[in-house]
């Protein structure tokens, strides 16, 4: 079995992994460290939860150890680009903790929070930046932050990034950074603009993949339960009276349907918290805060928070509504199970969730075992704007790629392209 002392990390690397707890590398660090402490560009095709912030992560600072040499006043070596605030927050903690007994400096950047305190922070020049692109480039522009000296790139989540409309800022910031350079992409799925993107930014980049994108963790178990969508909420206070102690983790369609699910479950007694993109950073941070301590042990969310937050004792996953881009469903399921742990995720479906399900299969490759109710005769989903749903509300935090779009619907006369860009976090 590889183990971390097997990698070529540094020694102090290898005492700040044991007090983080890790024993052994997991697959995506096993394969993505020594390549890139080699200097090599790197594609790394891994899902969340499998340890990727730590492949890129650990060998970064080890490169950045051996150059020496303290940062220049609003200067940067590395620049990690993450899509969420919350996934930028989770990318620094875990940063922070493996560069504790180094002198290597990480700093973060991110919107809805004061520009002046990240103007300050920026000040003294930093070894590791970590941010959003949007503020990024606001802070650019002010001339606080200079990124000519960033010869690492590290782009997280980058379908994601290219998902919300963040290219043409990527493509700003990607002309101000040093050449050579060394550039990590790392994302869950690979659609045709991120080859593209790739082509543009990486040289002759080696590939990593830990599991085909689609395929959940296996140690995720999988039910699906038909319900009609106005008994979703009984069912879910079902399903958590059965596990009082667990740590779940709600998703609903809209930021409306999130918070009233949320004020719904605190009125039968439940502690339940929510995040969502209507809440602010301050109330987003709390939220976290609460739920990781098990202070509140329901988190209902919109895909917003899916990707970014990592909460070790997540037991259940639950998809009170499924979402209409499959790729998020094993983005929303992977919150679970993380780093070897057990979990559940289990879907519920309503009639009018019926193509959404069947495109979620497809990806995954699989069908989800039934645990309760009957397949409905498929319906058409209900035009967005509708206050109908589970979520109900206007739209909501939720990424959208494409729209599966249901068998039912496959005909007919050509439809406008609703397609929306979501407005970037930062
Ligand atoms: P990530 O996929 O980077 O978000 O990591 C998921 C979780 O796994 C985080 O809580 C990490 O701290 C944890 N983790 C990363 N690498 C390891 C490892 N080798 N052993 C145990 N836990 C790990």
Not at 35 to 57: C, H, M
Not at 111 to 134: M, Y
Not at 379 to 399: D, F, V
Request: hydrophobic letters at 35%; charged letters at 25%; aromatic letters at 4%.
């Amino acid at each position: 079995m590889t183990k971390f002392t097997d990698l070529g990390l540094k020694p102090d690397l290898l005492s700040a992994i044991t007090k983080a707890g890790y024993d052994t590398p997991t697959p995506i660090q096993q394969k993505a460290i020594p390549l890139v402490l080699e200097g090599r560009d790197l594609i790394g095709l891994a899902q969340t939860g499998t340890g990727k912030t730590a492949a890129f992560g650990l060998p970064l600072i080890d490169r950045l150890m051996g150059a020496g040499a303290k940062p220049t006043p609003k200067s940067v070596r590395a620049l990690i680009l993450a899509p969420t605030r919350e996934l930028v927050n989770q990318i620094a903690a875990n940063l922070t903790a493996y560069t504790k007994d180094t002198p290597i400096r990480v700093v973060t950047v991110v919107g809805g929070q004061s520009l002046n305190n990240q103007v300050k922070k920026l000040e003294r020049g930093t070894h590791i930046l970590v941010a959003t692109p949007g503020r990024l480039i606001d802070l650019c522009d002010r001339r606080a932050v200079f990124l000519d000296t960033v010869t690492y790139l590290v782009l997280d989540e980058a379908d994601q990034m290219l998902d919300m409309g963040f290219i043409h800022a990527l493509r700003k910031i990607a002309a101000k950074l040093a050449k050579p350079r060394q550039t990590l992409l790392f994302s869950a799925t690979m659609p045709a603009q991120m080859e593209e993107l790739s082509r543009a930014y990486l040289t002759d980049p080696a590939r990593v993949q830990v599991s085909p994108p689609g395929k959940a963790a296996d140690k995720i178990t999988q039910a699906l339960h038909y319900v009609p969508q106005g008994d979703k909420t009984e069912l879910l206070k079902d399903y958590l009276n059965k596990d009082p102690d667990g740590l779940s983790l709600v998703f609903a369609r809209t930021k409306h349907g999130a918070e009233k699910l949320k004020k719904n479950l605190e009125a039968s007694g439940f502690k339940a918290t929510s995040i969502h993109g209507n809440k602010s950073q301050n109330q987003r941070d709390r939220a976290i805060r609460d739920f990781k301590a098990g202070e509140a042990r329901i988190l209902v969310a919109t895909d917003v928070a899916a990707r970014g937050i990592d909460i070790p004792g997540v037991s259940h996953v639950y998809n009170y509504d499924l979402p209409e881009v499959a790729e998020n469903y094993v983005h929303r399921i992977g919150r679970t199970a993380r780093a070897g742990a057990e979990g559940e995720a289990i879907a519920f479906c309503s009639a009018t969730e019926i193509g959404y399900l069947r495109q979620i299969e497809k990806v995954m490759k699989l069908t989800i075992p039934v645990v309760g109710g009957e397949r409905p005769i498929e319906q058409k989903p209900e035009k967005r704007g509708g206050r109908g749903g589970g979520g109900g509300g206007n739209r909501g935090g939720g990424q959208r790629r494409s729209q599966p779009k249901p068998a039912n619907q496959s005909h007919g006369k050509p439809k406008r392209n609703n397609r929306r860009r979501r407005k970037p976090a930062a």
